[in-house]
Structures are given as structure tokens and as C-alpha cells.
């Protein structure tokens, strides 16, 4: 694959395209109750800073918890947004988030700083930063999922992180384009620091075993959990 047929493909993702929707319309609020312009630039640059932070949080104690799937109300949830993901990392229809989740957790993480920074005007703007770094996220995501390899080093470095937290062991490299917060925390690896593959890097822990207590994902998997490579699987 290509760079332009990646981006291509890219801005043709649903999702995508009600980002960028979300996103022009949160910019025109701002424009028709701007917020004075220091605030402005303030609340764009508290939403890029705490984006990273958010996202490590999410991806760390909820995407990779243990406790969503064994809530018959969240399994589907779960599934849906993160276990599928890992399952087959390189699934398409599963590569973004589904937007009833992400959407309101952009506007979680973002709007209440800018509104305390700037009122409607520095709410508004904030979210659509939000967005728009969730566009950056996703195109990022894309070139560490799809089949073209970046000549860039560090979309290189990145894209060999993620790799190994899908394919290697998924205690660690919890960032997707920041691994700053990974640093701090001390999950963050190269791939050959960890010499031993993680026996749950596919299944993330929800085993036939744990299954029988908690039977919401595999009832909604088809009674059926997926082991080993995804390559190998296809194989069998």
C-alpha cells in the first residue's frame, strides 16, 4: 500500500468523515461565541496536552482492565471496542472506535477544561481540537494496521511499538502517537527488552476459563474464542 492510497482509504472511513463533521461544527459555535483569543490558544493547547494523558488512562485501566466483560450491560461494549481489536489486529471493520463511545469521551476529556478556560467559546474549541487530535490518532493508527511501511523513522519506531503491544505482549505501549505517559508509568518497551511472548496478548485475559463465570463475550463471539496468531488461525 501506498501513502495516498492509505490516505485514500483513510477519509473514506465513516468515522472519519463524522469527526471532521463534529469537528467543523464545534469550530463554528466557537466562531459564532468565540472565547477572547489567550483563551483560545489556551484551551487548544490544554486539549492537546491532555489528550495523550486521557487516552494512556482509557487504553491502560478500561480498554485492558478486567472488569468490563464481566458486566453483561459492557461486555458487548468491550468486545465491540477493544477485544475484537486484539483478536485480529489487523481487522478492518474493528481498526476505530465506534463513535457512541468515542464521541462522548472526547467531549468529556475536553470540554470541561476549555469551558473553564474560555466559557462556551473555549468548550467548543476544545472539543474540536479533540476531534481533529483523534483524526491524527486514527490516521496514525491506520499506518501501524495497514500494510504500508513508513519511511519516516519515527513513524517507524511508533508503528513497531504498537505492533509489539498487539502482537508481542499487551502490558505496555498503551500510546498510539505519545509514549510519554508510558515512560513516566514504566510500561513502555522495545521489543526485545521483553524476551518472553505474553500468553494473552490476543484473548487480553477473557479465557474459556474465565468465560464459563462470564459467558456475555463468547455468547456474543459465536461461542467461540480465537487462539494463537490470527495468520495461524486462518491456517487451521
Not at 20 to 35: D, R
Not at 72 to 77: D, F, G, H, I, K
Not at 110 to 119: D, E, L
Amino acid at each position: 500500500m501506498t501513502l495516498r492510497e492509505l490516505v485514500v482509504a483513510y477519509f473514506q472511513y465513516p468515522a472519519i468523515i463524522a469527526y471532521l463533521g463534529f469537528a467543523a461544527l464545534t469550530a463554528a459555535i466557537w466562531v459564532y461565541q468565540p472565547a477572547p483569543m489567550v483563551q483560545t490558544l489556551a484551551s487548544i493547547a490544554a486539549a492537546i496536552l491532555l489528550y495523550p494523558l486521557v487516552w494512556y488512562a482509557l487504553h491502560r485501566w478500561v480498554l485492558h482492565s478486567n472488569w468490563m466483560f464481566k458486566v453483561p450491560l459492557l461486555a458487548s461494549t468491550w468486545k465491540r471496542i477493544h477485544y475484537d481489536h486484539h483478536q485480529d489486529p489487523n481487522h478492518l471493520e474493528v481498526l476505530f472506535g465506534a463513535l457512541h463511545t468515542t464521541l462522548p469521551t472526547i467531549a468529556i476529556a475536553t470540554a470541561p477544561v476549555g469551558y473553564a478556560i474560555g466559557g462556551v467559546g473555549g468548550a467548543a474549541i476544545a472539543i474540536a481540537t479533540g476531534l481533529v487530535t483523534t483524526c491524527f490518532y486514527e490516521f496514525c493508527h491506520c499506518i501501524q494496521h495497514l500494510s504500508y511501511k513508513p519511511k519516516n523513522k519515527w513513524l517507524a519506531a511508533m508503528k513497531a511499538r504498537h505492533m509489539a503491544h498487539h502482537f508481542h505482549d499487551e502490558k505496555g505501549n498503551y500510546g498510539i502517537t505519545n509514549f510519554l505517559w508510558d515512560r513516566l508509568f514504566g510500561t513502555f518497551y522495545e521489543r526485545h527488552e521483553r524476551k518472553e511472548k505474553s500468553p494473552t496478548v490476543f484473548n487480553l485475559g477473557y479465557t474459556d476459563e474465565v468465560a464459563k463465570r462470564y459467558p456475555w463475550v463468547k455468547e456474543l463471539s459465536g461461542g467461540i474464542l480465537a487462539t494463537g496468531h490470527p495468520r495461524q488461525r486462518d491456517r487451521d
